[in-house]
């Protein structure tokens, strides 16, 4: 589905990343781990075309990534860019009208991610959750073949994280590929089914995960091999 190669951002003489290379299956998810300010951000922003790589290669469904490949892209970086005045489904059909689809995607998706039977309450009275779950929902809209999810996580409770893993369990028994962040790992261990581990800048781990790994373990000896190293 994606295929990273030598990628780099540099701000001037800082380098951000640091010739990272990534393989992201179709139909899996694929969990990118590290500590915050490890640069995990920063390839999901250049992945959605929010800032541009300052060198290396991006392959998406096996030719070089243009930013007409957003098409096919669904992405929530950060936090969901919602209109706090107005309700969930006034919030996707400012979507939909900007991308010409029809209105009639919105109620399906709404029910998809578990807000079938919201009201019309504006988005400003709705839960950390509620508000992922509509963010997830925007993402949607355009049918992607990816989605991408940078800290989905990120101030839910415990409930609200079941929830979401739920939500992304049935993505991919569609057959959809998901990419996620997270600085938590025990919040992936449930989800991933890939792995790449980053860690100032670099991919320091890639690999298949089938959940008999305590990730916290073997990220912690990964890390202290890269400080002896470094």
Do not use: C
Request: hydrophobic share 40%; no cysteine.
């Amino acid at each position: 589905m994606l295929k990273v190669q030598n990628l780099k951002k540099s701000y001037g003489k800082r380098t951000v990343l640091d010739n990272v290379n990534m393989n992201i299956p179709k139909g899996k998810v694929y969990a990118l781990i590290g500590p915050n300010g490890a640069g995990k951000s920063t390839i999901m922003k250049i992945l959605t075309g929010l800032i541009n790589k300052t060198s290396g290669s991006i392959m998406f469904e096996g030719r070089e990534w243009s930013r007409r490949d957003l098409r096919k892209i669904g992405s929530i970086i950060e936090e969901p860019p919602l209109y706090k005045n107005l309700s969930a489904y006034d919030n996707m059909k400012v979507v939909t009208t900007m991308l010409g689809i029809s209105d009639s995607t919105i109620l399906p998706l709404l029910k998809k991610v578990g807000l079938g039977n919201i009201d019309k309450r504006p988005v400003k009275q709705f839960s950390l959750g509620m508000k992922q779950r509509l963010g997830i929902a925007i993402s949607l809209i355009n049918s992607p073949n990816l989605l991408i999810l940078d800290e989905p996580t990120n101030g839910l409770d415990p409930i609200g994280i079941q929830e979401l893993r739920e939500i992304i369990e049935s993505f991919k028994s569609e057959g959809m590929t998901i990419m996620i962040s997270s600085h938590i790992l025990s919040e992936v261990e449930h989800l991933a089914d890939f792995i790449g581990f980053i860690y100032e800048g670099k991919i320091i781990l890639e690999k298949e995960y089938d959940g008999s790994e305590n990730l916290e373990q073997l990220f912690n000896g990964l890390i202290l091999s890269e400080r002896r190293l470094g």
